[in-house]
Nanobody, 120 residues
Framework: QLVESGGGLVQEGSSLRLSCSASGFSFSSYAMTWVRQAPGQVLERVASINGFGVNTYYTGSVQGRATISKDAAKSMLYLQLNNLTTEDTGMYYC????????????????RGQGTQVTVS
């Protein structure tokens, strides 16, 4: 089970930290990904982190503004987003990859219910 939190309505230039509580699987054995769906757009991989949290990936639009991290002891996944813009608006999903690293089509990943981020 994946449960996201931390979204909200914020102003441009502000920051948010999204959280995801994971349960029911060995958290350190799987890569995790934040997926975003902007209004009218397809799902997009925003950031990924491998099983032990050593390697990360960021999509170009958040590079330098986002930090993905894992707390294995708490089975928690985080996404810190800084200097938010209106283009960051969307539903953010926490997703479990199929293995230790990422790469699977995001539409095929197990996801939570999502947390809405709206930047105005």
């Amino acid at each position: 089970q994946l449960v996201e939190s931390g979204g909200g309505l914020v102003q441009e230039g502000s920051s948010l930290r999204l959280s995801c509580s994971a349960s029911g699987f060995s958290f350190s054995s799987y890569a995790m990904t934040w997926v975003r769906q902007a209004p009218g757009q397809v799902l997009e991989r925003v950031a990924s982190i491998n099983g032990f949290g050593v390697n990360t990936y960021y999509t170009g639009s958040v590079q330098g503004r986002a930090t993905i991290s894992k707390d294995a002891a708490k089975s928690m996944l985080y996404l810190q987003l800084n200097n938010l813009t209106t283009e960051d608006t969307g539903m953010y999903y926490c997703a479990k990859e199929v293995g230790y690293s990422w790469g699977t089509d995001v539409s095929r990943l197990q996801r939570g219910q999502g947390t809405q981020v709206t930047v105005s």
